[in-house]
């Protein structure tokens, strides 16, 4: 009896070590990769969670453990039983997959693991197929010309003049101090987006209470830090009490810190099917349902009042807001394939939750970059008011603002070039996904169906020096590589990580560095996007949708923001430039301490 327990024993000890054994990351053929992760069921997680515990950096991880293989392609291992995920650092090899291989990569199956319980199956999330295409043609009519530039570019404007009214407030408690930026920040972004979204009657705002509330306070009833003294020249930050916003708007900004919550677990699915069927989770995505079915139904309603009394379909000029543009859209392809329209379904729930989404945490988190940077750098800001003042100088003479009219038909200058500077360094989506769906090669590397591949948007050749690889590997068997390579410059190595929005003029550089010469060398010269590398909305058929959206919002912000304000530089302290990764790639702190001008 007891040999025969021992026999048992060793047996399943055997078949254990077998299991162990199977279940150890198992790397693909010649790709560097960390050895000592092949050895821990977890893999690379365990380096990830350490490293994150003391910086909180999830990107400076990525990147880190790319570096230490010395090649631009490696592979790590972070889920248990998964396989290897892909890390590409090389801005050409990134190009060459997204705007010339979609036949070959698609967007990863890992994104919708990831925010499937935040997005559902918007088209984001998506692989490219005919539920892709059908998604994407509902809310197509939003981005077009006509209604961007008509009653969009205005409600942000609208929007905007709100923020600046709470920033001047602050200012004046503030008297010289820092104050919290984020989430003023977040709630002007959310406050243009939900108004592009269903138009200027919208009835909720998340900045209005916050002016409300700060109107009629005085600089004796804000707090700090007991031990500082209220003096003008402290730096100790001042503490602005926050006021509670509608239930809807709140529950769409938990939503989105939802995914802050899940992606830390090793075991994503399963996390966001026990978030799922909490109360808590369940009250907050209903609450968030019902404000965007009210607004829907608000579009229906005025599209059938228009087509009642003037016969015809609205054209995109006309619409007020995306909700109106996509019922009009579903209502045209109900038409079309003669069926019944269905305003009310899931799926333009989840559209329209998506343009929410993906306009208010990135364009947020681009702008929350912006200011740290600007405020680090005052002869940016110096030339970007003079650029202004000398664009508009209509409201300089008038002593007003510009218009949001003026704003849009002021030529491509010294703003656009600092806004693509703010999203190269700031890098709001640092990561681009895809997910091989054939056997190929990249960059000589075999890659089989079903691996996914993470490109690193903030590596060499786009905030750190270009790495020497070889050109010829670029899409094996084509020359696609070739235009490729040769149609975006690469950017000077020896100025690379800098903010420096004059690279984006066309007129070659010269190392000079005095703020009149460089102001004789932007005047002469002319804004090109294309001036080098930044991938800061994807590219090709998957790029980002709401670009346009974006550019439009962040053209007016800026504007507004600098001609308001000199921003002045935080204390060290307040001024790191750690991030934390959620959806997007936030800054750990983003204080601002302003200084109004009249």
Same mark, same amino acid.
């Given at each position: 009896m007891l040999q025969l327990t021992i026999a048992v024993a060793l047996c399943a000890s055997f078949l254990v070590y077998l299991g162990y054994k199977w279940a150890l990351p198992k790397p693909l053929p010649e790709i560097p990769y960390n050895a000592e992760a092949?050895?821990?069921?977890?893999?690379?997680?365990?380096?990830? /969670? /350490?490293?994150?515990?003391?910086?909180?950096?999830?990107? !400076?991880?990525?990147? /880190? $453990?790319? $570096? #230490?293989t010395g090649s631009p392609v490696s592979q790590i291992f972070l889920q248990p039983l998964g396989k290897p995920l892909i890390i590409i650092r090389d801005w050409r090899a990134a190009r060459d997959v997204m705007l010339h291989r979609s036949r070959e990569f698609d967007r990863s199956t890992l994104?919708?693991? @990831?925010?499937?319980?935040?997005?559902?199956?918007?088209?984001?999330?998506?692989?490219?197929?005919?539920?892709? #295409?059908?998604?994407?043609r509902l809310i197509d009519d939003t981005m077009s010309p006509a209604f961007l530039h008509g009653p969009v570019s205005q409600v942000v404007y609208e929007n905007s003049l709100n923020w600046i009214e709470l920033w001047r407030l602050k200012a004046r408690l503030a008297d010289g101090r820092p104050f919290r930026a984020y989430y003023d920040i977040h709630f002007a972004i959310l406050d243009t987006v939900l108004g592009f979204s269903f138009g200027s009657r919208f009835p909720h705002s998340a900045t209005r209470p916050q002016i409300k509330r700060l109107a009629p306070m005085t600089q004796g009833e804000l707090r700090g830090p007991p031990e500082v003294p209220r003096s003008a020249s402290s730096n100790a930050p001042i503490e602005f009490p926050e006021e509670p916003i509608h239930s809807? %708007?709140?529950?769409? %900004? +938990?939503?989105?810190d939802t995914l802050e919550e899940v992606k830390t677990s090793p075991f994503i699915p399963l996390k966001w099917w026990l978030v799922k069927r909490t109360s808590t989770f369940q009250n907050r995505k209903r609450m968030k349902d019902e404000c965007i079915l009210a607004e829907v139904r608000k579009a229906v309603e005025s599209r059938t009042e228009y087509t009642k009394s003037s016969h015809e379909e609205q054209?995109?000029?006309l619409m007020r807001c995306a909700a109106e543009a996509v019922v009009d859209r579903e &209502?045209?392809?109900? +038409?079309? *394939?003669?069926?019944?329209? *269905?305003?009310?379904?899931?799926?333009?729930?989840? *559209?329209?939750?998506? %343009?929410?989404? !993906?306009?208010?945490?990135?364009?947020?988190?681009?702008f929350a970059w912006g200011v740290k940077l600007l405020a680090d750098h005052p002869e940016v800001q110096d030339r970007?008011? /003079? &650029?202004? @003042? =000398?664009?508009?100088?209509? &409201?300089?003479?008038?002593?007003?603002?510009?218009?949001?009219? *003026?704003?849009?038909? &002021?030529?491509?200058? @010294?703003v656009d070039a600092t806004i693509e500077e703010m999203l190269r360094c700031g890098g709001p989506i640092p990561i681009g996904d895809r997910? =091989?769906?054939?056997?190929?090669?990249? %960059?000589? @590397?075999?890659?089989? #169906?079903?691996t996914n591949v993470r490109f690193l948007h903030n590596g060499p050749g786009i905030r750190l020096p270009e790495l020497e690889v070889n050109k010829g590997k670029y899409s094996q068997g084509s020359d696609s590589w070739k235009a490729t390579d040769q149609?975006?410059?690469?950017?000077?190595?020896?100025?690379?990580?800098?903010? #420096?929005?004059?690279?984006?003029?066309?007129?070659? $550089?010269t190392k000079q560095s005095s703020n009149d010469a460089v102001e004789a060398r932007a005047a002469k010269a002319s804004f090109n996007p294309q001036a080098g590398p930044s991938i800061p909305f994807g590219l090709g058929v998957r790029g980002c949708f709401g670009r346009r959206l974006a550019y439009i919002e962040l053209r007016i912000l800026l504007t507004m923001l600098i001609w308001n304000f000199e921003l002045l530089k935080c204390p060290e302290d307040l001024s790191g430039y750690s991030a934390r990764l959620s959806f997007v790639n936030k800054p750990r702190t983003c204080y601002v301490r302003l200084k109004v001008l009249d």
């Open positions: 092949t050895k821990s069921l977890f893999g690379d997680g365990v380096s990830l /969670k /350490k490293e994150v515990s003391q910086t909180g950096d999830v990107m !400076a991880w990525f990147l /880190k $453990q790319n $570096q #230490k994104m919708n693991t @990831y925010a499937e319980g935040l997005l559902g199956r918007q088209h984001f999330v998506l692989q490219t197929g005919p539920e892709w #295409k059908q998604r994407r809807a %708007l709140r529950s769409m %900004l +938990q939503l989105l054209s995109p000029s &209502a045209r392809n109900a +038409q079309k *394939e003669n069926r019944s329209p *269905e305003f009310f379904s899931t799926m333009v729930v989840e *559209e329209v939750w998506g %343009l929410i989404v !993906a306009g208010s945490d990135t364009l947020s988190t681009t970007l008011r /003079k &650029a202004l @003042y =000398a664009t508009h100088i209509r &409201a300089v003479e008038e002593r007003r603002l510009p218009s949001a009219e *003026e704003i849009h038909h &002021a030529p491509a200058g @010294y997910e =091989a769906i054939v056997d190929t090669t990249l %960059l000589g @590397y075999h890659i089989p #169906k079903g149609s975006i410059p690469a950017w000077d190595d020896e100025d690379v990580d800098l903010f #420096k929005p004059e690279r984006w003029f066309s007129a070659p $550089q």
